[in-house]
Every structure is written in structure tokens, then in C-alpha cells.
């Protein structure tokens, strides 16, 4: 555009300007000229990004429905090239069937949108009334293939959500999310092999990637919350969970057991955690916490907190270990506080 403008202005420039008043006039024109091309260029690019990036953004919602299967009710939008009559949209009776112009009635309950696509074309070669037909067939209203949404959700249920929609509808649509809901959100995709998803709602993603597309016929499960458990010299021994996806601290699992006996060892607390190479044990002095001594420590989901006794020899022949191994197995016994 640059090159074409400098090139009308070269033509449009008087080959004898005599006069230095004249080549001062060809000379505004032209700095005039550059400044209009170059804010044309500067408005005109952010357009066309942005048309690009809305083309890219509403490709990669629609979601491939070739292996979905049709259904009663389904309103289908069907349209075969240079075939005018069957450039329609029609609804899926409750036999199953549609009644096309050109072919009649076909039965397309329990075929797949490639199956249908494929059953069509036939239909028109055999006819002979198309030789290499093109057909789309896109599903506009799914009936009879809802979202399945259960775990930790208000009311879990099957819902019939029409056409593609967002994991956030679908979780909306069952009530939205309990206190014991946890971090993670497994999607199982109708009609795909690898159809399962997993979603960290508190993970890297935003909010935007991660109120990803679900279809009809899909099944969300929404994960329940971490439990942490505090055993031992405690007033409520229990099992706590780590409520609306946040972390629970030392401190605080203490505090939801209704704090220490009179009779605890405050400086000898353990926390059995599960890892990779086994079970761990983390001795902590909740008395230098308490003085501000020492930084409180977050827990991990599936934690064990064991508060002891202060005189280790009230166990008896029995040992410490053998303390905290049994209230580990009480950790199936336990009440699970809310």
C-alpha cells in the first residue's frame, strides 16, 4: 500500500516545478499522504486480527459431531450441495424417523451424524438423482441426549441441555457446587476413545480455559474434597474436610478437633503422609508454633495427625509406633465431621 501510494505520488509531482513554492506544496502533499496511509494501516490491522482470532475462537468451540449419536426430537440441519429441496432443517420424530423431500422417510434413531451423512448420500445415488452428492448434516437441538452431572453438585442429575454448551452451565444447572466439592472435574466425552478430560479448577488455567465445551451425552464428575484426619490426644478425633478447594494448616486441623487434652504431648506431634516412596513421618513441636517460634504447616490431603500422649511410657509395652498404627485403622472408625 506504501509502495502504491509513493508511486501515484511520484506520477501525480509536476516534472518541472520551477518554482520552490511548488515543490514545497508537492512536498506537504506527500508527508499528508504517508500520515492517512499509515493511520488506515494502523486501524485497519487490529480489525483484521480481531476477526481473525473471533474465526479461530468460534472453529474451536463447535464440536465434532460425527460420532454423536441421533435421537428422537434431534432437530437436524441438513443441507446437500445444488440440491435446493434439501436445504432444510427437520425434526426427528418420535419413531425415529424423518421424512425428506426426494426420499421420503428414512430412519436415522441410534445412527451416528457420519452414518446419517453416508445413509443420505446412498439414498441419492441409488435414486439416481445426485451422482456425487455432498452432504452436511449438522445436529442444532439434541432431545434425548442429556448431561449427566453427579459427585459433589447440589442436585446431581441427568439434564437436557440443548446442543453444545459450557462446563460452568452444566455445573450451574445442577445447583452449582457443595462445600465438599474438590479441585478436580472429570469429563467422560460421548462417543470419543480418550473421552476422558480432567479439569483443575484450581490449577494454572483461567476460568475462561477452563469452562471447556461439553456436548450431549457427556458425564461430568465433580471430585470431593480432600479429608484430613486428626487423631490421638484430641477432644473431637475426626476426619476434616478441606472445604470450597482450600488448604486446611496444622493449626487449624487442631482447632477443628476441639484443640488438645491436658494430658498431650504438644512437642512430639506426628503427621503420617503418603508419598511416592511410602508412608512419611513428620515430627512437629506444636509448642514452638504456639510461641511463635516455628511457622505453622499446611496439610496435605489424606494427612494423618497423631497428637500423643506427654508420657510416652502410658502406652506401655504397646510402644508409640504401635500407638499410631492404631489409630490409623480407627481412622475408618472415626465420625466424619462436615
Known sequence: ML??????????????????????????????????????MGICSPLMRAQEEANGSQSATVPNQSAMTIGPGDLIDLSVYHVPELILKVRVDSNGIVSLPLIGDLRLTGLT???AQLLIARELIERQLVKKPEVSLFVEEFATQGITVYGEVSTPGIYPLMGPHKLYDAISAAGGLTLKAGRTVTILHAGRRASEEVIDLSGGKTLEQANVTISPGDTIIVSKAGVVYVL???????????????SISLMKSIALAGSTTKVASLKHVIIIRKSSE?????????????????????????????????????????????????????????????
Open 3 to 40: 509502495s502504491l501510494s509513493a508511486s501515484f505520488l511520484h506520477q501525480a509531482s509536476p516534472k518541472s516545478s520551477g518554482s520552490s513554492q511548488g515543490a514545497s506544496l508537492v512536498r506537504v502533499a506527500r508527508y499528508w499522504m504517508c500520515v492517512l496511509v499509515l493511520g488506515l
Open 113 to 115: 451424524v457420519r452414518d
Open 232 to 246: 490421638g490426644e484430641v477432644n473431637k478425633p475426626g476426619a476434616f474436610l478441606m472445604e470450597n478447594n482450600t
Open 278 to 338: 511410602g508412608t512419611v513421618e513428620i515430627e512437629v513441636s506444636l509448642d514452638k508454633i504456639y510461641h511463635a517460634k516455628s511457622s505453622d504447616l499446611q496439610l496435605h490431603a489424606e494427612d494423618i495427625v497423631f497428637v500423643p500422649l506427654s508420657n510416652v511410657k502410658a502406652y506401655g509395652a504397646m510402644g508409640i509406633q504401635a500407638a499410631i498404627q492404631a489409630a490409623v485403622y480407627s481412622v475408618y472408625a472415626v465420625e466424619l465431621h462436615p
